[in-house]
């Protein structure tokens, strides 16, 4: 399928206003381009509550939305993406805000450390303290400690899927769902989306090698298995996952395998290509038509994942 004119739109507009290829910049010129990119949102949730909570070894800022109604809630736990090196709760509020509205559950938004300062696993452990906080303390934000997910997209997706299995590994907490958004799930460029798609799309093949080399401290870390969750060599018992993956995307075939060897470990999986769409179209529902449909589907698989 061709590239959608809504996405090429997107592209054209970005090229016009100059917008560098990360791998070009530093970290902070990254982060600084990235922050003055983004539309605060205004669609209203019922309650958001920015507040820290204890980590493995700093405090964990997060921020709390809480939907329409009475609860207890489902819990989504989510990790915002950007490459573990970009974006914020900021960049991805708007995106909480509607999950939370159209799931009618509380999104808790984890700000988990960036690399290169906090390289992995930092990142992951932060994820999996902040998933074991909400159930710890489930009560206290009006959630049932029985209906928690975790998701994220891109590099979020990576740090979802990372938890579900540290998760199994470590006794717990039982997760109810997986929802990941394009998520990274291998250190390797040599898919065939990484080839079809490795420039002119948003996200590039130099940005992903860029991303990586400021996540991990050395390629050795590329192998384990909470940085590359496609090679961990058991997938059973873990929650059923909702995969969402764009056509025009380096990281197109690495979350369509993940989704295949979930599934062939016997977990539960749904898995949705978005043709003619790009990376990063999830958080775009706005200008997206495809972005929107995105959105609603996985807020249908969590409603049911909660409900069940």
């Known amino acids: 399928m061709p590239l959608d004119p809504?996405?090429?739109?997107?592209?054209?507009?970005?090229?016009?206003?100059?917008?560098p290829d990360f791998a070009s910049v530093d970290p902070m010129t990254a982060r600084n381009l990235t922050a003055a990119g983004i539309v605060p949102s205004t669609e209203a949730v019922a309650g958001i509550d920015d507040r820290t909570i204890p980590g493995p070894d700093a405090e964990?800022?997060?921020?709390?939305?809480?939907?329409?109604?009475t609860g207890p809630f489902g819990v989504l736990v989510f990790f915002h993406g950007g490459g573990w090196v970009i974006c914020s709760l900021d960049s991805h509020d708007g995106i909480c805000r509607t999950l939370?509205?159209?799931?009618?559950?509380?999104?808790?938004?984890?700000?988990y450390r960036l690399a290169p300062e906090h390289p992995f696993p930092a990142a992951p452990e932060?994820?999996?303290?902040?998933?074991?906080?909400?159930?710890?303390?489930?009560?206290?934000?009006?959630?049932?400690?029985?209906?928690?997910?975790?998701?994220?997209?891109?590099?979020?997706?990576?740090?979802?899927?990372?938890?579900?299995?540290?998760?199994?590994?470590?006794?717990?907490?039982?997760?109810?769902?997986?929802?990941?958004?394009?998520?990274?799930?291998?250190?390797s460029f040599d898919t065939a989306s990484y080839s079809e798609n490795a420039e002119?799309?948003?996200?590039?093949?130099?940005?992903?090698?860029?991303?990586?080399?400021?996540?991990?401290?050395?390629?050795?870390?590329?192998?384990?298995?909470?940085?590359?969750?496609?090679?961990?060599?058991?997938?059973?018992?873990?929650?059923?996952?909702?995969?969402?993956?764009?056509?025009?995307d380096p990281l197109r075939d690495e979350g369509e395998a993940y989704a295949s060897r979930l599934r062939d470990a016997g977990v539960a999986t749904t898995a949705t290509r978005f043709d003619g769409?790009?990376?990063?179209?999830?958080?775009?529902?706005?200008?997206?038509d495809a972005g929107a449909r995105a959105v609603d589907e996985a807020a249908s698989e969590l409603r049911a994942a909660f409900s069940a």
Not at 100 to 111: F, I, L, P
């Open 100 to 111: 939370a509205n159209k799931v009618g559950c509380v999104v808790v938004s984890v700000d």
């Open 277 to 288: 769409m790009i990376h990063g179209f999830f958080t775009m529902g706005a200008v997206l």
């Open 126 to 187: 932060d994820c999996f303290a902040a998933t074991r906080w909400v159930a710890a303390n489930a009560a206290s934000i009006n959630v049932d400690p029985g209906r928690i997910a975790v998701g994220g997209d891109s590099a979020g997706g990576n740090l979802a899927a990372a938890v579900a299995v540290m998760a199994r590994l470590r006794g717990g907490p039982t997760l109810c769902h997986q929802t990941l958004v394009y998520p990274v799930t291998d250190h």
């Open 6 to 19: 809504q996405a090429r739109l997107i592209l054209d507009q970005l090229e016009a206003a100059g917008m």
């Open 60 to 69: 964990i800022p997060v921020r709390i939305y809480t939907p329409v109604g």
């Open 200 to 248: 002119g799309y948003l996200l590039s093949r130099n940005s992903m090698r860029w991303f990586w080399g400021h996540y991990l401290s050395s390629d050795a870390d590329g192998d384990n298995p909470l940085a590359s969750v496609l090679r961990v060599k058991d997938l059973s018992g873990l929650p059923p996952a909702h995969v969402v993956t764009a056509e025009f």
